[in-house]
């Protein structure tokens, strides 16, 4: 494979309105780039060549604890859990009924909300007395 030049690997991005802003060296080394929407990421040149393009604007980036925050907060939640691992774990949170379950991420981008609320969740002990 014929080793590529750095203006060509910049007119290659910038054809797709993205900037380059590290140096292009080779083919093993990741380039610093912003995409249109001023997202800055690292990716391989290959891959940009191949069409694959920038995996925070296509939603293939992890969320942090603060984005999920603010999603429950959106919807009048607040999220106790401290710490996010990823979709699959269980976060503690509070409805707006003042309900204290534990929901995953994933069953909230479902649209899943509180179970007590819907009428499906487990009674609370002090309920059933």
Not at 76 to 101: F, S
Not at 113 to 126: F, Q, S, T, V
Request: net charge positive.
């Amino acid at each position: 494979m014929r080793r590529l030049s750095h203006e060509y690997v910049k007119n290659l991005f910038e054809k797709e309105g993205y900037r380059l802003l590290s140096e292009y060296k080779n083919r093993r080394t990741k380039i610093k780039y912003r995409c249109i929407n001023n997202h800055v990421r690292y990716m391989w040149p290959a891959d940009f060549k191949n069409g694959i393009r920038c995996a925070e604007c296509a939603g293939l980036v992890k969320k942090n604890i603060n984005f999920i925050k603010s999603e429950f907060a959106v919807e009048g939640y607040i999220l106790l859990t401290t710490d996010y691992i990823n979709a699959h774990q269980k976060l503690k949170c509070i409805c707006p009924n003042r309900h204290v379950y534990n929901m995953r991420w994933a069953m909230w981008q479902q649209g899943h909300r509180c179970a007590y609320c819907a009428g499906i969740g487990k009674p609370d002990i002090k309920f059933i007395k």
